[in-house]
């Protein structure tokens, strides 16, 4: 069956900009993670989606980081005005309830370059 | 702070041979320990998964083990492969489902 899939799989922008990020998880998954990957390090966690609504959002570094999942399945991870530092690989996963010991399935990441 | 450090930082070994990569986790309340594999520009796969009550975890050529009084675990990768380079992330889950993830170690397995 069809993984996580995230789109765009590269976004190039400039300093200040707006970008969105597209996530879609596996169908009936209803837990939902975003994470930032920067080079050479490992994922650091952003914000968990248990169905609609943001569980979890203490990882967005700022108020320029803000997602969405309005229905429940797809989110969109949203960034005002860009800065350099937002350079990064951003994972997405998708795990069933959420449980302790549900694994969480990892989109291919979109790599954001800010200019 | 939790933070969950993985050693060595990069290792190479000729195919066939056997490795084991460490982690060690200062992480609380701790929930459970997961094991990743990540290739290069792809997302992270899951490995292995223990609890607090499990000490080992085998899937397939890879075994896991956990020691939660001393907050280590290792992955041991058996008559390694080619295809078996990639990072191998360390994972703590804490909390409500909050993750940790170490650094990686980068496997590189050579002919």
């Known amino acids: 069956g069809a993984g996580v899939s995230q789109t765009p799989s590269n976004k190039v922008t400039e300093k200040g900009k707006y970008v969105e990020l597209r996530c879609d998880p596996i169908s009936g998954h209803t837990a939902l993670y975003w994470y930032r990957q920067s080079l050479g390090q490992g994922p650091e966690f952003l914000i968990y989606?248990?169905?609609?609504?943001?569980?979890?959002d203490s990882g967005l570094p700022n108020d320029r980081f803000f997602a969405v999942r309005p229905e429940g399945s797809v989110s969109t991870l949203k960034i005002q005005r860009t800065e350099r530092g937002d350079s990064a690989v951003y994972l997405c996963?998708?795990?069933?309830?959420?449980?302790?010991?549900?694994?969480?399935?990892f989109g291919p990441g979109t790599r954001l370059t800010v200019l | 702070k939790n933070q969950v450090e993985q050693s060595p930082q990069s290792l190479i070994i000729l195919e066939g041979k056997n490795c084991t990569l460490q982690?060690?986790?200062?992480?609380?309340?701790?929930?459970?320990l997961r094991w990743y594999k990540q290739d290069t520009g792809r997302g992270p796969v899951s490995l292995t998964i223990m609890t607090f009550s499990e000490n080992t975890k085998s899937n397939r050529r890879y075994t896991a083990t956990l020691d939660a009084d001393t907050k280590q675990s290792s992955l041991h990768i058996t008559a390694s492969q080619l295809s078996d380079s990639a990072s191998y992330i360390c994972v703590v889950s804490w909390g409500n489902e909050k993750l940790t993830f170490g650094t990686g170690t980068r496997l590189t397995i050579i002919p």
């Open positions: 982690c060690n986790y200062t992480v609380s309340p701790f929930s459970n």
């Open positions: 996963a998708s795990s069933l309830p959420g449980g302790p010991t549900d694994t969480q399935y």
């Open positions: 989606f248990q169905g609609t609504g943001a569980a979890d």
